[in-house]
Structures are given as structure tokens and as C-alpha cells.
Nanobody
């Protein structure tokens, strides 16, 4: 079992920055990759950024050059630095941890970007 707790969301003006954190606890050794997803109002959940246990990183095209995913292995924490935020980045951001047999999810943190 893995527990994920997100923090760092909030309200920011367009062009501003936020840093999301996801603290993982429990069976950490079973995790193969961690990721950030988001769900915008009226839309399906979408992958934003992902980092594997081997350090491979990927981003959706719309956030490339603006968002950076990173991790602190000593603290079992994954971060999402979001710069140059746009109104279309608004949504609930969820932390995800992938294991071989199960995906774990946090409860989400709201990010609202005002234009």
C-alpha cells in the first residue's frame, strides 16, 4: 500500500508560478514511476508529467518548457514546478504512483490560474 499526499496548489495570476509537492509513504520500493495528472473542469484527466525510477522524464506537449518534474528520493517526494502558468492550466492536480500491479492516487490539489 502507498499513500500519496499532495500540497502546494492555490490561486495564481497568469504568468505566475506554483510548486506542487507529493509525499509518498508506505511500500515505496514497489513504485516504478510517479506522475502528475490534472483534470480541468468538464474535461477528462490527463497526464502532465512523469518520472520513472530510472530517472526518465516525460511531459505533455502543452507544458514542455514551463513545467519541471523532479524528485527527492531521501524524502520520498516528487515535485512539479509550474512556471508561466496559463488559464488553461487550471484544474485539480493529482499525484500518481505506478507499481507493477496497481496505481495509487492522491486526493488532489486545486490549481486555479486567473487570466
Amino acid at each position: 500500500q502507498v499513500e500519496l499526499v499532495e500540497s502546494g496548489g492555490g490561486l495564481v495570476q497568469a504568468g505566475g508560478s506554483l510548486r506542487l509537492s507529493c509525499a509518498a509513504s508506505g511500500s515505496i520500493v514497489s513504485i516504478n514511476a510517479m506522475a502528475w495528472y490534472r483534470r480541468a473542469p468538464g474535461k477528462q484527466r490527463e497526464l502532465v508529467a512523469r518520472i520513472t525510477s530510472g530517472g526518465r522524464i516525460g511531459y505533455r506537449d502543452s507544458v514542455k518548457g514551463r513545467f519541471t518534474i523532479s524528485r527527492d528520493n531521501a524524502k520520498n517526494t516528487v515535485f512539479l514546478q509550474m512556471n508561466s502558468l496559463k488559464a488553461e492550466d487550471t484544474g485539480v492536480y493529482y499525484c500518481n504512483a505506478e507499481s507493477a500491479v496497481y496505481d495509487y492516487w492522491g486526493l488532489g490539489t486545486q490549481v486555479t490560474v486567473s487570466s
